[in-house]
């Protein structure tokens, strides 16, 4: 029963950082958030994207490489920067999601980097708030794109960086009752048939 359990709560933690991430709608146009599908769900997921200067297509699928706010500081290549820069973006893109659409929000988001986009007044509050606020860490997941690019047709070698929400404490609650829910039942099952 013990290794049932961990394996459910193994396969729960690991499944929240995909492997594949596709793009299957844009509802606002150049402004986010996306509608992304994690390694091929059906449900969509909303993510923004953090670098104006890459470009996918609706449809297009591509290797990510999950990382949090913890790791995401040691990452090295064209969307390196440092935990305050990153939880900037977390900062910007937890604004964007409760207002979709924004364009000042997302010209704030691909700045941050100097991945695109302007320093506005979105920008500028977003580095004061992180700057004033030291123990502030996004909980917000960012999707790197890892593999072999070389065959397609990127501007910048690669496509786009998003950055999603972890679902709130609350639904992760009720999914991890759920699940329990069925080991029990599956464990109930096992010892009638047993």
């Known amino acids: ?20 991430l596709t793009i299957t709608g844009a509802p606002y146009g150049v402004n986010g958030p996306y509608s992304m599908s994690l390694n091929g769900n059906l449900a969509t997921t909303p993510m923004i994207c953090y670098s104006d200067k890459n470009f996918i297509t ?5 290797g990510v490489q999950a ?10 290549g064209p969307f390196a920067g440092t935990t305050m820069e990153y939880n900037e973006l977390g900062y910007l893109a937890d604004q964007l999601f409760a207002n979709p ?4 929000l ?4 691909w700045a941050v980097l100097g991945l695109g ?27 790197i794109p890892v593999g072999d690019f ?5 501007p910048y070698g690669m496509p786009q960086p998003f950055v999603s929400q972890v679902p709130e404490p609350s639904s992760l609650l ?19 048939l047993g």
Do not use: C
């Open 58 to 62: 609706i449809g297009e699928s591509w």
């Open 67 to 76: 990382y949090d706010i913890t790791q995401i500081g040691t990452l090295s």
């Open 106 to 109: 997302q010209q704030a988001i």
């Open 174 to 192: 009720l999914l991890g009752a759920g699940l329990l829910g069925l080991v029990g039942l599956s464990f109930k099952n096992a010892i009638r």
């Open 150 to 154: 070389s065959g397609n047709n990127y």
């Open 1 to 20: 029963m013990k290794k049932l359990v961990l394996m459910v709560l193994l396969l729960v933690a690991t499944s929240a950082y995909a492997d594949t």
């Open 117 to 143: 986009g302007t320093t506005n007044t979105d920008y500028t509050s977003a580095v004061s708030f992180v700057a004033t606020h030291p123990t502030y860490m996004t909980s917000d997941v960012f999707y």
């Open 101 to 104: 659409g924004n364009s000042d």
